[in-house]
């Protein structure tokens, strides 16, 4: 299998809080992993790109201040939401990829609700 | 740029067979994929296809691939509830870290 396990599953905070989200592949190693935001009803939106051992890659428009990256193992990538506010609710997923051509595997995403 | 078109809706009978369509740009993508993501859920590997490929068949799926006109299509034969979900495609994009263009899904509605 292609196991990717992320946590927590549903987060609900007061704004201003930063949020930590784990991905987690657990029977492969991922040379890549990928963190995307999904808005309801829509189709998901690439956020940033990230190697073991390098900085993340960001998309057009995220802000790497807001939204840190960090991936220090070839089994672990974290996302963390600083200082979070009401528009950050959302629903962010990661995904991981062995080395080469090969597909990305989900974790089952983080629902993140900002009051 | 890349896009990845499909249909937002379809609707279907159970035991019917369901033909979800798909439309993308990038001639030079290696790999295609399909996606199913149930309600609160993340995104669950359906199946895959390389691009030299023209047709996989996976016990109910099956997937065809016309690279000329750079359609995708996934048929799941004797459709069951359970397969009511989003469906997504997506191409590999032409960056060199592989990333995804995903299509904004197609609902599957599935009536008993």
């Known amino acids: 299998g292609a196991v990717v396990s992320q946590h927590p599953s549903w987060v609900i905070c007061k704004s201003g809080t930063s949020v930590k989200i784990e991905c987690r592949s657990l029977d492969f190693q991922a040379t890549t992993m990928f963190w995307y935001r999904q808005f309801p009803k829509q189709s998901l939106m690439l956020m940033a790109t990230?190697?073991?051992?390098?900085?993340?890659?960001?998309e057009q428009g995220v802000e790497k201040d807001k939204f840190l990256i960090n991936h220090a193992s070839l089994t672990l990538s974290t996302l963390t939401v600083t200082s979070a506010h009401p528009e950050d609710s959302s629903f962010y997923i990661c995904?991981?990829?062995?080395?080469?051509?090969?597909?990305?595997?989900f974790g089952d995403g983080t629902r993140l609700s900002i009051l | 740029g890349e896009d990845v078109e499909q249909s937002l809706f379809l609707s279907v009978r159970e035991g019917d067979s369901s033909v979800i369509n798909c439309t993308y740009t990038?001639?030079?993508?290696?790999?295609l994929y399909w996606y199913k993501q149930e309600p609160g859920a993340g995104l669950q590997l359906l199946t895959y296809i390389f691009s030299n490929m023209d047709m996989k068949q996976d016990q109910r799926l099956t997937v065809l691939l016309n690279k000329k006109d750079k359609h995708l299509s996934l048929r799941i034969a004797d459709t069951q509830t359970g397969d009511s979900a989003i469906y997504f495609c997506a191409e590999s994009g032409g960056g060199s870290q592989g990333n995804l263009i995903f299509g904004k899904g197609t609902k599957l509605s599935v009536k008993p």
């Open positions: 990230s190697n073991e051992g390098s900085k993340a890659t960001y």
């Open positions: 990038d001639s030079s993508s290696t790999y």
């Open positions: 995904s991981a990829r062995r080395a080469g051509n090969q597909p990305q595997h």
